[in-house]
């Protein structure tokens, strides 16, 4: 590195560019997975992967776990997109945080895809089945590890600086 400091205007369209290319990998490997499994798996029925997980088609027309399954895509779209949109604002006032630009984008991806499912069927495909837990799919393995990674980026680095009595710098 030369130590030249990007402008923060700089940054901040860098940071932005980098989640919406992490948001659209993200959506293109879900949609190709989904596309896989609808392809490969038959409805209704199971294939062990190794002791305790299964591939298996499922429908989920309602949020997280099957939540709010009965409520009308119109409540579930009104939802998504108020969090998205407290995501979304929260990133741009924050864009130039080292390393947000990665978990916004994976959470990001991961609703387009599952909201390009619901666009397409009317209903999200989840094929990921571990018999313990209710199944999911790439988009939701994103949307979870992209919120915990949020709130380590935005929330850890703030914690280190005071637990330090010192400011990062952005």
Request: no cysteine; hydrophobic share 60%.
């Amino acid at each position: 590195m030369d130590g030249s400091v990007e402008p923060r205007g700089a940054s901040r369209i860098r940071a932005l560019a980098l989640a919406a290319l992490v948001l659209a990998v993200v959506a293109a490997l879900d949609q190709a997975t989904k596309a896989l499994a609808l392809a490969s798996l038959a409805p209704g029925e199971a294939e062990n992967v190794f002791f305790a997980l299964d591939l298996s088609l499922s429908r989920n027309t309602g949020i997280a776990f099957g939540a709010l399954a009965g409520a009308g895509g119109a409540v579930i779209v009104a939802l998504v997109a108020v969090a998205v949109g407290v995501l979304t604002v929260f990133f741009v006032v924050r864009a130039d945080q080292p390393l947000l630009w990665l978990p916004v984008g994976m959470v990001l991806g991961g609703a387009a895809g599952n909201v390009i499912d619901r666009a397409r069927t009317g209903a999200v495909t989840d094929f990921i089945d571990p018999t313990f837990w209710p199944a999911f799919n790439l988009a939701d393995v994103a949307i979870v590890l992209g919120v915990l990674g949020v709130l380590y980026v935005a929330e850890g680095r703030r914690d280190e600086s005071a637990a330090t009595g010192t400011e990062t710098a952005a």
